[in-house]
């Protein structure tokens, strides 16, 4: 073992490279997100952290719900897009062509192929360092098990190998 800068060893954390959408009205955003995580069995939530200044999460805050999408290993241009320009300015799910699907419980359509689909109503909303934690209330879920997850390792997107 050998002394490293803080940054190094967080960037061995593996987290899900998913991205997170909501919808109010006709306007539907996705970001994507990597810093998710499961935290609570009963109910069944999850955590994911996104930068104040997201524009999906104005759209959160104003639904009161979203979906978590886990992405496949071969989706990382729609990582790559999603992350990288802004809902306010650009269309993301038009501009990629993403297939969307109705989802179960929330009004927020989900992922038609993905990994999984969470599908959450906003349980709390936590600021925490530079970041916002969105705690999710997993209300309806669906999973595709032949496909491989994209990660995030060393800050980057990494398919899984």
């Known amino acids: 073992m050998r002394e490293a800068r803080v940054e ?3 960037g061995l954390l593996v987290c ?5 959408g909501a919808k109010r009205g006709e306007v539907h955003d996705l970001t994507t997100v990597a810093w998710v995580t499961q935290e609570s069995m009963d109910p ?3 955590t994911v952290a996104l930068h104040p200044g ?3 999460l104005e759209l959160i ?3 009161g719900e979203f979906v978590l999408s886990l992405l496949a290993h ?4 729609i990582a790559g897009f999603c992350g990288s320009h ?11 062509g993403i297939e969307l699907e109705p989802s179960k ?4 359509p989900r992922l038609k192929r993905a990994l999984a689909n969470l599908e959450c109503r906003v349980a709390g909303e936590y600021t925490s360092g530079d970041h916002v934690i969105v705690v999710g209330r997993v209300v309806a879920a669906n999973t595709d098990p032949d496909l491989k997850p994209l990660l995030f390792y060393r800050y980057r997107i990494t398919p899984w190998r």
């Open 86 to 96: 802004s809902g306010r300015d650009t269309d993301k799910i038009k501009a990629l």
């Open 61 to 63: 805050r104003q639904a």
């Open 8 to 10: 190094e060893a967080l």
């Open 105 to 108: 419980e929330v009004h927020t």
């Open 74 to 77: 071969d989706q990382e241009e």
């Open 54 to 56: 997201r524009y999906v």
């Open 44 to 46: 069944p939530q999850i």
């Open 16 to 20: 899900p490279c998913a991205v997170i």
